[in-house]
């Protein structure tokens, strides 16, 4: 099991960049699809982006150009680079892990493990 732990949130500009990070807890994310979920007040939880055991990478529509995923090279985090920041960013922002995953982002329910989230605020 791996254990997701994210940082990085907080309040920016619009047109700004935060940089978020999801920690594996204990061991790494080597045999792991992960991604990035968020959930704004109101809202349902969206997919945002997302990274295969094999680093292929994947994203929102509106995110497109703007944001970026990534893995270190032990594997042991996963970052999301946001840029061109704006309001509708806001939300809390959510890491999961789901082991040797090829489906559909949009199945949230194979995520089996999920992060405690993390605040992500743009100011306009």
């Known amino acids: 099991q791996v254990q997701p732990v994210e940082s990085g949130g907080g309040l920016v500009q619009a047109g700004g960049s935060l940089k978020l990070s999801c920690i594996a807890s204990?061991?790494?994310?080597?045999?792991?699809?992960v991604a990035w979920f968020r959930q704004a007040p109101g809202k349902e939880r969206e997919f945002v982006a997302g990274v295969d055991y094999a680093g292929s990478t994947s994203y929102v529509d509106s995110v497109k150009g703007r944001f970026s995923i990534s893995k270190d090279s032990t594997k042991t985090t996963v970052y999301l680079q946001m840029n061109s920041l704006k309001p509708e960013d806001t939300a809390v922002y959510y890491c999961?892990?789901?082991?040797?995953?090829?489906?559909?982002?949009?199945?949230?329910?194979?995520?089996?493990?999920w992060g405690q989230g993390t605040q992500v605020t743009v100011s306009s």
């Open positions: 204990g061991l790494t994310f080597r045999s792991y699809t």
């Open positions: 999961a892990a789901a082991e040797w995953y090829s489906g559909s982002y949009e199945r949230q329910d194979k995520f089996e493990h």
